[in-house]
């Protein structure tokens, strides 16, 4: 069993900047990739960004494409969202997932994910 465990979230003002940690822990970590998602108040669970585990390849939404960037450290098993010019929009708990194994899938679509992390509150005050 793989566990996520999340870091980073916290309120910021509008424009400001917050950068996501995930670390995985446990049995190996093999991944296809390690992707974030979010879940705003009373809306469904959006894709936000992932980034594919050994080749580094980086995928985005429309929202997060040119503000947020994805990345992640095979040594530390651990994965970031780096989020800047943040709007009050962004508010969100956000959430690290990754599959069980390393066979490509659709990064965007989060049934194809079996870890997740507990989440972490991101608040953008205007």
């Known amino acids: 069993q793989v566990e996520l465990v999340e870091s980073g979230g916290g309120l910021v003002q509008s424009g400001g900047s917050l950068r996501l940690s995930c670390t995985a822990s446990g049995r190996a970590f093999d991944p296809y990739a390690m992707a974030w998602f979010r879940q705003a108040p009373g809306k469904e669970r959006e894709f936000v960004a992932a980034v594919s585990w050994f080749a580094g390849n980086t995928y985005y939404s429309d929202f997060s494409e040119g503000r947020f960037t994805v990345s992640r450290d095979k040594d530390k098993n651990t994965g970031y969202l780096e989020m800047n010019n943040l709007q009050p929009e962004d508010t969100a708990i956000y959430y690290c997932?990754?599959?069980?194994?390393?066979?490509?899938?659709?990064?965007?679509?989060?049934?194809?994910?079996?870890?997740w992390g507990q989440g972490t509150q991101v608040t953008v005050s205007s």
């Open positions: 997932a990754a599959p069980k194994a390393p066979q490509v899938i659709a990064v965007r679509f989060d049934g194809h994910y079996d870890y």
